[in-house]
């Protein structure tokens, strides 16, 4: 189960982007991946189609492992771990292991 959800603001800590912050755009679960807004940006050249219609590169950013990314805390601020407990009742929440509060 992976603690990085869509729209979670992460650290990057390895890697060419190693000290940038971005959002979380989309998750893969099943290769364990994260796509950054801003972050590990490719280039994909693009062939015109028909005829007058002009060739263009288009920028995307790339998936990026998760194991090379940190969640940063909403309410500390601080790049941390995320573990899960169970709270009130039998659902799983993900707690910050620094300040203890519920991402």
Do not use: W, Y
């Not at 190693?18 to 099943?30: D, H, L």
């Not at 950054?36 to 693009?46: A, F, L, M, T």
């Not at 950013?61 to 601080?78: A, D, E, T």
């Amino acid at each position: 189960m992976l603690t990085i959800k869509q729209g979670d603001t992460i650290l990057v800590i390895a890697g060419d982007d190693r000290g940038r912050t971005g959002k979380v755009i989309k998750v893969s679960p099943s290769g364990a991946r994260v796509q950054i807004e801003g972050i590990n940006i490719q280039k994909k050249h693009h062939r015109p189609k028909k005829e007058g219609e002009k060739g263009q590169v288009i920028e995307k950013p790339g998936f990026i492992s998760v194991s090379n990314v940190k969640l940063i805390c909403p309410k500390c601020g601080k790049p941390t771990k995320a573990s899960h407990t169970r709270t009130e009742g039998k659902r799983k929440k993900r707690v910050c292991k620094k300040c203890q509060a519920v991402i």
